[in-house]
């Protein structure tokens, strides 16, 4: 009898396990979105974004206007700064609290023209910008495994995003939480292991970001810009079914891409951090058709901690413009501290104060929604 009560015990807890690996249960099923790319274009299930669409003259249709989302996974695994993302109302941290309340606001940001969300594997700052980050937000473990409950919360996130239509920009690496990992072997199998996971899990609506601002602060010398392409190149080879991600990585502020970069990536990502001047920003994406090795292939902003959404001069228009996607960048400044955003731990993911309201407002005039 005893026997038969451990063999059942163990079969049942071998069955827990095969249920949590990560994603294991979206394998079979339908997917309802797929992002591709023609030329500087971006279509979904075939159809050029925001088909028809022109604003004062401007094209806006095959532009993927995002948002920057990263925490969507968040936790801390640091006992000594978890304490600090508390809830007001509870007291305490809530991962999974925090994933549900970003998936319950998808609709409504896509109801205003968002098409895209940034979202990383190591998250942002908490804290928007941080001096130092001693907290441990990573869905990678040092040796460049997954960790299964992030990646059970980020898989939730991309089904909800496949069934709105949505397209989820996925960073691997932050510069903020790279150095748990403990060589550059564990980044490339954590490289790998990403991967290979969205491609197992068959989704169609995920693109990649491999780190986030690749010339500011890694420890790793792969994640440079001097070796990035290296791992652009790993995604790029890495099929399931003759099926291959698109991938790219990001800049700081201000710094146009490098040829090695422009040459490897399926699109371009720049940020328009710390740069003021609507003028400038346009002229960024100008200089970045000019790096040697471009060819034709979108260029997208997907992190810009500027505003003025109702002027008639911004960040935001300057880059629609020059014919490039823009992301919103939203987090809690010092000189505003009621306004909670989207970077900011804990995020309040609805659309609820002056500035969310102005984004998506000036959105939804660009895309035509909410008509």
Not at 220 to 229: D, G, Q, T, W
Request: net charge neutral.
């Amino acid at each position: 009898m005893k026997k038969t009560i451990l063999f059942l015990w163990f079969s049942l807890l071998t069955l827990g396990c095969q249920a949590a690996e990560p994603g294991a249960e979206n394998r079979t099923a339908r997917r309802a979105t797929t992002v591709s790319i023609d030329g500087e274009r971006f279509l979904i299930n075939g159809k050029l974004t925001y088909e028809g669409r022109r604003h004062e003259g401007k094209a806006i249709e095959g532009l993927l206007l995002n948002s920057r989302m990263v925490q969507g996974i968040f936790d801390d695994l640091n006992p000594e700064t978890v304490k600090k993302w508390a809830y007001p109302d509870t007291g305490r941290w809530d991962a999974e609290r925090n994933t549900d309340e970003f998936i319950a606001a998808m609709p409504s940001w896509r109801a205003h023209g968002l098409l895209a969300f940034t979202i990383n594997l190591q998250g942002g700052s908490p804290e928007g910008y941080s001096r130092a980050q001693p907290w441990i937000n990573s869905a990678i473990a040092p040796d460049g495994s997954l960790r299964a409950p992030f990646m059970a919360r980020l898989a939730r996130i991309i089904n909800a995003a496949d069934q709105q239509g949505m397209v989820v920009i996925l960073g691997y690496f932050y510069f903020g939480q790279d150095q748990h990992l403990t060589n550059e072997a564990a980044v490339v199998r954590a490289v790998d292991n990403a991967t290979r996971w969205v491609l197992d899990n068959q989704w169609r609506n995920v693109i990649i970001e491999v780190n986030n601002e690749c010339n500011v602060s890694y420890d790793h010398e792969i994640l440079k810009p001097a070796r990035v392409h290296e791992l652009i190149q790993r995604v790029k080879e890495t099929t399931r079914d003759g099926r291959r991600l698109l991938v790219s990585t990001s800049y700081g502020g201000g710094t146009i891409p490098g040829e090695k970069v422009v040459r490897a990536a399926d699109f371009l990502l720049i940020h328009g951090n710390g740069v003021k001047e609507p003028g400038r920003l346009a002229e960024m994406v100008r200089s970045t058709r000019k790096v040697p090795g471009y060819t034709s292939k979108p260029i997208l902003f997907n992190e810009d901690d500027h505003f003025d959404f109702e002027k008639a001069e911004n960040n935001f228009l300057a880059a629609v413009g020059e014919y490039a996607s823009w992301g919103y960048f939203d987090f809690r400044q010092k000189n505003d501290p009621l306004h909670v955003g989207y970077q900011s731990v804990p995020v309040d993911w609805s659309i609820n104060s002056p500035r969310k309201q102005a984004f998506f407002k000036l959105l939804a005039e660009l895309t035509g929604s909410l008509k």
